[in-house]
């Protein structure tokens, strides 16, 4: 089992940034690639980005590319969302998601999700 816990999320003003963290606890294995989802009121869960192992190969949504920067430290095994220029259409609650084998933005391949943190981004 692999617990996942969010945070960093809170009320933010269009134009701000702000940095989310995903802590990982129990059995984690190398190698797993981490991911944020988010979800809107009344909108599908959406992938936003996704980080390997390494760090080395990284993948975003393009509604965040450019703005948003996925990054991860093994040693804390903690994994982090940095996101910039935020829009109130940020608005949403971010998961944190964990797979054992490569970054993709399939939602269906990860094994463990955390709770989520609230983002609201006023305009």
């Known amino acids: 089992q692999v617990q996942l816990v969010e945070s960093g999320g809170g009320l933010v003003q269009a134009g701000g940034s702000q940095r989310l963290s995903c802590a990982a606890s129990?059995?984690?294995?190398?190698?797993?690639?981490m991911a944020w989802f988010r979800q809107a009121p009344g909108k599908e869960r959406e992938f936003v980005a996704a980080i390997s192992w390494s760090g080395g190969s990284t993948t975003y949504a393009d509604s965040v590319r450019g703005r948003f920067t996925i990054s991860r430290d093994n040693a804390k095994r903690t994994v982090y969302l940095h996101m910039n220029s935020l829009k109130p259409e940020d608005t949403a609650l971010y998961y944190c998601?964990?797979?054992?084998?490569?970054?993709?933005?399939?939602?269906?391949?990860?094994?463990?999700w955390g709770q989520g943190t609230q983002v609201t981004v006023s305009s």
């Open positions: 998601a964990y797979t054992p084998s490569g970054p993709t933005a399939q939602a269906s391949l990860y094994r463990y």
């Open positions: 129990g059995r984690t294995v190398s190698g797993y690639a």
